[in-house]
Nanobody, 123 residues
Framework: QVQLVESGGGLVQAGGSLRLSCAASGRTFGRYAMGWFRQAPGKEREFVAGINWSGGRTYYADSVKGRFTISRDNSKNTVHLQMNNLSSEDTAVYYC????????????????WGQGTQVTASS
C-alpha cells in the first residue's frame, strides 16, 4: 500500500504564493508519475499538473499554465507544486496522486491518493 501525505496548504491573499508538498511512502512501483488534482466546493475534481518519473515530462491544466510549477525529488519520494499569483478561482482542496503507469498526464491511471490539503485564496 502507498501512503501519500500532502502539506503546505493554507490561506493566502489573492496574488500570493504557496508551495504544496506531497511525500510518498510504503510500497513502491519502480518508476511512477505523480500528479496534483483539486476539487472546489460543488465542483468535480480536476487535474492540475503531473510529472513523470524522470521529470522530463510535465503537464498542466490550461487554467494554471504559467502560474504553477510541478517538480519532484525522487531521493525523497516527494513532489511539489509551486503556485504563484493565486486567485479565488484556485481555492480548493488539493490532492496528490500516484500513477504507476508513469504517464503523468491528465489521462494517467492515478490509483493512489492523499487526503488533501486546503488552499484558500482570498480576494
Amino acid at each position: 500500500q502507498v501512503q501519500l501525505v500532502e502539506s503546505g496548504g493554507g490561506l493566502v491573499q489573492a496574488g500570493g504564493s504557496l508551495r504544496l508538498s506531497c511525500a510518498a511512502s510504503g510500497r513502491t512501483f519502480g518508476r511512477y508519475a505523480m500528479g496534483w488534482f483539486r476539487q472546489a466546493p460543488g465542483k468535480e475534481r480536476e487535474f492540475v499538473a503531473g510529472i513523470n518519473w524522470s521529470g522530463g515530462r510535465t503537464y498542466y491544466a490550461d487554467s494554471v499554465k504559467g502560474r504553477f510549477t510541478i517538480s519532484r525529488d525522487n531521493s525523497k519520494n516527494t513532489v511539489h507544486l509551486q503556485m504563484n499569483n493565486l486567485s479565488s478561482e484556485d481555492t480548493a482542496v488539493y490532492y496528490c496522486a500516484v500513477d504507476p503507469t508513469d504517464s503523468g498526464s491528465s489521462r494517467g491511471r492515478y490509483d493512489y491518493w492523499g487526503q488533501g490539503t486546503q488552499v484558500t485564496a482570498s480576494s
